[in-house]
């Protein structure tokens, strides 16, 4: 589920979705915040163009609307149902939540919405090996 060649490793990891061998990003560190947006213009192994058009990112957007609703109803369950916290303390949970993983949330986004449109490519990553 998480090796190479899956959708889940190319988003968990931020890697190129055809070869997963390059991380997209310029700052693999998501809480570099002066180069969160900062992403390679192509693949240095396999030439894969990462914005297939102008604005491709901004689909993004959509993705991480439902990303965030997750990370606040695990705020949320973790807060208020296993530690039996007040409501007003769930709320404080969910947006604390919201800011501290604010990058993750971004990034995720970014590699779920390529990896919408791109695929793992086995013979294009036994090339690049030979």
Not at 10 to 28: A, F, L, Q, R
Not at 80 to 98: D, G
Request: aromatic letters at 16%.
């Amino acid at each position: 589920m998480f090796n190479k060649g899956s959708k889940v490793y190319g988003i968990i990891k931020g890697v190129c979705p055809k070869c997963h061998e390059e991380s997209m990003y310029t700052n693999k560190n998501p809480y570099a915040l002066t180069s969160l947006f900062s992403m390679h213009e192509r693949c240095s192994n396999c030439d894969t163009k990462y914005k297939m058009e102008p604005s491709f990112f901004y689909g993004s957007m959509y993705v991480s609307y439902g990303v965030g609703i997750a990370f606040a109803v695990a705020a949320f369950v973790i807060s208020y149902l296993f530690f039996k916290s007040s409501l007003n303390v769930a709320i404080i949970a969910i947006v604390a939540s919201q800011v501290v993983f604010y990058p993750i949330i971004v990034r995720l986004s970014r590699n779920i919405w390529i990896n919408l449109f791109m695929n793992y490519d086995k013979s294009l990553a036994k090339k690049l090996k030979n």
